[in-house]
């Protein structure tokens, strides 16, 4: 299923390395694939998300840099930016919405990818983290009204960052989806990516187990097929 028929720049904004690849990293590697131009905009660099391996060392977030990059580039990402937040610590206020109209302004995407930010919890083991609610809420906030609206941030126009109209908002980690997209031939290139993530992601056996488990299954237990969900948003154009 295409969605576009040109290209289009798509901006995934987050708030951790590994949380594109492990979000939609399979979507983002169809996306590449048809044609699209695709970057990151991340929070924070994650340097408290680490496994018991790496919880002494001293340099996680350049550890973290190079992991996120390599897995960046085995989908075929253009750019990562960072906005150094701290990892663990983001709130939705007026400075880091400001920071996301100016990254929206200045990149002008199409379609803008974040997380959903009303989904506290999934099924019934998962409490998710709140960084990645709080992601959702600064970017939502920031595409409307206030990236298209010259009165928001005006001093932003001295930086000559002109008003933008984002097409699209996905939001990944959906409360309620309504968009479900068949990814089993991208899948590979999103394993690929996140076991770049090393810090992350453990013993690698375990992981490949867990992630085969989120197979769809078609034809009598047969026949594995992968999805991503989204709830996508559609602004009309007047």
């Known amino acids: 299923m295409k969605f576009w028929n040109s290209p289009?720049?798509?901006?995934?904004?987050?708030?951790?390395?590994?949380?594109p690849e492990f979000f939609c990293g399979a979507t983002i590697a169809k996306w590449v694939r048809e044609?699209?131009?695709?970057?990151?905009?991340?929070?924070?660099?994650?340097?408290?998300?680490?496994n018991d391996k790496y919880q002494v060392t001293n340099n996680i977030i350049t550890i973290r840099e190079k992991e996120q990059r390599h897995a960046a580039d085995i989908l075929g990402v253009n750019g990562v930016?960072?906005?150094n937040y701290m990892d663990g610590m983001l709130v939705p206020n007026l400075m880091a919405r400001k920071n996301i109209v100016r990254v929206i302004r200045t990149q002008k995407p199409n379609i803008v990818v974040t997380c959903d930010p009303t989904n506290y919890y999934i099924n019934d083991n998962y409490l998710n983290h709140p960084d990645h609610r709080a992601a959702g809420q600064i970017v939502v906030n920031a595409v409307f009204p206030a990236s298209q609206n010259k009165l928001f941030f005006p001093e932003l126009l001295d930086e000559e960052l002109e008003p933008h109209h984002v097409?699209?908002?996905?939001?990944?980690?959906?409360?309620?989806?309504?968009?479900?997209?068949d990814v089993t031939e991208s899948w590979l290139?999103?394993?690929?990516?996140?076991?770049?993530?090393?810090s992350q992601i453990g013993n690698v056996?375990?992981?490949?187990?867990?992630?085969?488990?989120?197979?769809?299954?078609?034809?009598?237990?047969?026949?594995?097929h992968y999805v991503e969900?989204?709830?996508?948003?559609i602004f009309s154009k007047n």
């Open 35 to 50: 044609g699209h131009n695709v970057n990151y905009c991340l929070f924070t660099k994650g340097e408290k998300g680490i």
């Open 81 to 83: 930016q960072y906005l």
């Open 205 to 224: 056996n375990k992981f490949r187990a867990h992630m085969a488990s989120k197979a769809v299954f078609k034809d009598k237990k047969s026949n594995p």
């Open 8 to 19: 289009r720049n798509i901006l995934i904004i987050l708030a951790h390395p590994d949380d």
């Open 229 to 233: 969900e989204f709830h996508r948003i």
């Open 189 to 198: 290139k999103k394993m690929q990516a996140l076991e770049q993530h090393t």
């Open 167 to 181: 097409e699209e908002v996905w939001l990944s980690l959906p409360k309620k989806s309504n968009i479900t997209i």
